[in-house]
């Protein structure tokens, strides 16, 4: 009997770590002060081991040793604690289910994908030459604190997806039929993931050619490093050229001076408006517009747009797809919740910033008449990775009726 009320107890304990998950994941995708937003952070992780300490430990002791627990020998605290338990163990299963569930939508028509692992010079780019400058622990990991959590067993900060993905969408005129885009997000210039990544980065995005590059936000999490951006995504050049948006860290600095930098070299800043496209043969134009909300701005305004024009939103949050599909952009890029970082195995990811908890972590969905794409990111303000890949990802827009 006892075996089974441990086993129990054990589950309980796994349901309220996701419980509190799901809270914190909400509480933090509002604006908040990153002081702030560190204090909630650190409550919720303290809040995981007290509950796994004393539920058992209330159960054991006043129940002499389980013997004698029974549901009308418990007190409202003891309830309690079980009812968070078993809520939050409901939301767990349920979770687990949709993330093994997962499939990309039916217009995702091609793939292709490759791991680059920067720690070894099989790169297959000019960033062979990276052993030649020295061993990649003292060229990818900079100094400081956060050094250790980069350098931790089998952390997988240090590789890259880059995908290559072709969609087939309806309203894409047949004028722009092979439009390519490739989105970034999420790089988080820190210090503790040097430069020289960052680097190797745009090496692999400039080698995929695309129609125009895209940012959804997160630059900095250091103003001292301003100067990276020049040599990193300052470098990136495309046809139709470099658009952006920022992000709640970037809100936590000072937006103006992470706006004025990308824009002397040579990016776009869309945040809160849109911009007409147009393509070099003879056909419509496209939208592209920018959201930073909830942080920053407001949802672009679209009253001049034609219901027929084809809409791209750069949006940092998933978060916006609700009104994205009210709007009928066609595709929504975004970032921000990093995949989760670390996503366990069966399980998924445990932690993402969004009102949607984990449901928008990470992939592409078809929300009906708009296409989501939510990028893992380069980097994090934590350099950490498991079984959670930093992703580049060109995508490919192909003409639904041709």
Not at 51 to 74: C, D, K, N, Q
Not at 96 to 124: G, K, L, M, W
Not at 198 to 225: I, K, M, T
Not at 299 to 319: A, N, Q, Y
Request: charged share 20%; hydrophobic share 40%; aromatic share 10%.
């Amino acid at each position: 009997m006892s075996g089974l009320i441990l086993g129990a107890v054990v589950l309980l304990i796994a349901g309220y770590a996701k419980l509190s998950s799901m809270i914190l994941n909400r509480i933090i995708a509002v604006p908040l002060p990153a002081a702030k937003q560190k204090i909630i952070e650190i409550i919720q992780l303290f809040s995981m081991p007290a509950y796994a300490v004393i539920l058992p430990s209330v159960l054991y002791f006043r129940h002499a040793g389980f013997g004698s627990l029974s549901w009308e020998t418990m007190n409202n605290g003891e309830l309690l604690l079980i009812l968070a338990g078993a809520i939050g163990f409901g939301f767990l299963v349920h979770s687990t289910i949709v993330f093994q569930c997962y499939r990309p939508p039916h217009c995702e028509i091609a793939c292709d994908s490759r791991i680059v692992d920067f720690r070894t010079s099989n790169t297959a780019t000019t960033s062979d030459q990276i052993t030649s400058s020295g061993d990649w622990r003292t060229t990818l990991v900079g100094p400081g604190p956060r050094r250790k959590i980069a350098l931790l067993p089998g952390n997988q900060q240090f590789s890259l997806e880059v995908n290559t993905k072709t969609y087939s969408l309806n309203r894409l005129p047949q004028a722009w039929d092979g439009l390519s885009i490739v989105h970034f997000a999420d790089t988080h210039f820190r210090g503790a993931v040097t430069r020289r990544y960052f680097e190797l980065v745009c090496e692999q995005a400039r080698a995929l050619e695309p129609d125009l590059f895209v940012f959804s936000g997160d630059l900095f999490d250091d103003l001292e490093l301003l100067d990276w951006l020049r040599p990193t995504l300052g470098q990136l050049k495309a046809p139709l050229g470099q658009y952006f948006v920022l992000g709640n860290h970037d809100w936590f600095l000072d937006a103006n001076v992470v706006r004025q930098e990308y824009e002397r070299d040579g990016w776009i800043d869309i945040s809160s408006r849109s911009i007409e496209l147009k393509s070099g043969k003879s056909g419509p134009p496209i939208v592209i517009a920018g959201d930073e909300t909830p942080w920053m701005g407001t949802h672009p305004d679209l009253s001049h747009v034609s219901p027929e024009t084809f809409r791209i939103l750069l949006s940092h949050v998933p978060d916006n797809i609700y009104w994205a599909q009210k709007q009928k952009f066609d595709l929504m890029l975004a970032g921000h919740t990093h995949g989760g970082q670390i996503r366990l195995p069966v399980l998924g990811p445990v932690y993402a910033p969004s009102l949607y908890g984990c449901r928008f972590a990470s992939g592409v969905f078809w929300m009906d008449p708009t296409l989501l794409y939510v990028s893992r990111g380069i980097s994090g303000r934590e350099p950490i990775r498991y079984n959670c890949v930093p992703e580049l990802t060109k995508l490919v827009l192909r003409c639904g009726n041709r």
